[in-house]
């Protein structure tokens, strides 16, 4: 008994393909997310009376995001990574109390970075539905 199992050879090979092609249509995709994150994460912060820059930056100034991708044999990963950066300003050593507080009064008057996260995360899957359309 004899099958001819050309078409899966042919779709296994674009299936191959696929991690590759993810790559260059979803890093756009990623970077927009995090800039969208990163303008919901200042505004949160500049709600703050505490926190936010008066007269010199605050913590608002030190939020920023980075893209990192990760490639081996074919397969991508897109990493985004937002928050206070204190290589930009050294006001984002206040994150940890403006975020979560202290034992005391007076912290953990901004939202929760992650609200920001979750309040971006169906745009991100949106886009990314659109931008990897067509790849199966």
Do not use: Q
Request: net charge neutral; glycine share 10%.
């Amino acid at each position: 008994m004899s099958a001819d199992t050309s078409d899966l050879d042919a779709l296994a090979r674009d299936l191959v393909k696929i991690p590759a092609a993810m790559v260059p249509r979803m890093r756009p995709v990623v970077a927009k997310s995090c800039l969208n994150t990163k303008k919901l994460m200042v505004a949160d912060v500049r709600k703050s009376t505490h926190f936010k820059g008066k007269k010199k930056p605050g913590l608002d100034a030190s939020i920023d995001y980075d893209i990192k991708v990760h490639e081996f044999g074919g397969d991508g990963v897109i990493e985004g990574e937002v928050g206070p950066n204190p290589e930009r300003n050294p006001a984002a050593g206040l994150a940890g109390i403006a975020y979560f507080g202290t034992s005391k009064p007076g912290g953990g008057t901004v939202r929760n970075p992650e609200d920001a996260m979750l309040e971006e995360a169906p745009n991100f899957y949106e886009f990314a539905f659109k931008a990897t359309e067509g790849l199966l």
